[in-house]
């Protein structure tokens, strides 16, 4: 179908299998509505849709796998929406690859989120999701950005190469888990944590950056363990009017006579710990 509103719509609809179709040119590619649960969307070719390639809204327990939803506005948008697993898609040349609005406890896995022009992978308000061994690579602004989203896990996800920006960016987003991440040759940070309290970050890699990581505008009480940060132009670490945070086991090494390993800044009151740290 072509130049529609929808080109398929389910509401109120269960266990339905929505399988190897081409879906284009209309405002969305697929719409599960209120209480659309427990279908399985696999397999579809889903482009140049202006409003969404796959949205979900209201809905939980859904299965996507293996699609392919490129020149949309966001390829898949999950609104409110809950238990969904999004597993093995490719959505490219977006404006954003993957969006989540007021959504929880859903899973990305083995995703590939490249060329879009804003974001890979935006979180808005949504909390305790995982998002485990995706490629949020080559995007215009962010590989990850996470705004007022808590409690979600980060683990084996590749955020390299976006042009603009930063790997993973987090603002007002606290109580989360970064476990061997790699963000290498993003245009100014691996990881950029702002007003983002209580994060843990452990084994994490980001080379080639502009500056490994940044905790900034009170990202206080953040945990940074043994993450590899061994490139860097700038700085390895800055931190910036942010308190309370633990800095353990990080080996770093300086790339240029000019470059700092850790850097702190406008931080007055609290505490920074650095402990077992290895600075060449």
């Known amino acids: 179908r072509s130049s529609r509103d929808t080109g398929i719509f389910l509401d109120f609809s269960l266990n339905n299998i929505i399988l190897n179709n081409s879906i284009s040119s209309n405002a969305r590619g697929i719409l599960l509505s209120t209480s659309s649960n427990n279908n399985t969307i696999q397999g579809n070719n889903i482009s140049f849709n202006t409003c969404s390639g796959i949205h979900l809204y209201i809905n939980s327990n859904n299965t996507f796998f293996s699609n392919i939803a490129n020149s949309n506005n966001r390829a898949i948008f999950l609104e409110s929406s809950s238990g969904n697993n999004v597993t093995s898609n490719i959505a490219e040349s977006n ?36 998002l485990s061994s995706n490629i949020a690579s080559v995007n215009n602004v962010y590989g990850i950005n996470s705004y007022l989203s808590s409690n979600n896990t980060f683990t084996n996800n590749t955020v390299s190469s976006n042009p603009s920006n930063s790997g993973i960016y987090f603002s007002s987003s606290s109580n989360n888990t970064l476990i061997s991440n790699t963000a290498n040759s993003n245009a100014f940070y691996g990881f950029s944590i702002e007003a983002s309290s209580n994060n843990v970050l452990i084994n994490n890699t980001a080379n080639s950056n502009n500056r490994a990581i940044s905790l900034h505008s009170g990202s206080n009480n953040n945990t940074v363990i043994n993450n590899n940060f061994s490139i860097y132009s700038t700085e390895a670490m800055r931190i910036t009017s942010s308190t309370g945070n633990l800095l353990k086991d990080q080996p770093i090494g300086a790339y240029t006579l000019t470059s700092a390993g850790f850097a702190i800044e406008n931080t007055s009151s609290g505490k920074i710990v650095f402990l077992n740290n290895t600075i060449t």
Not at 110 to 120: A, E, H, Q
């Open 95 to 130: 404006q954003y690859g993957f969006y989540a609005a007021s959504s929880s406890n859903n899973a990305l896995i083995s995703n590939t989120f490249k060329f879009n022009n804003v974001d890979g992978v935006y979180l808005d308000t949504s909390s305790n999701n995982v």
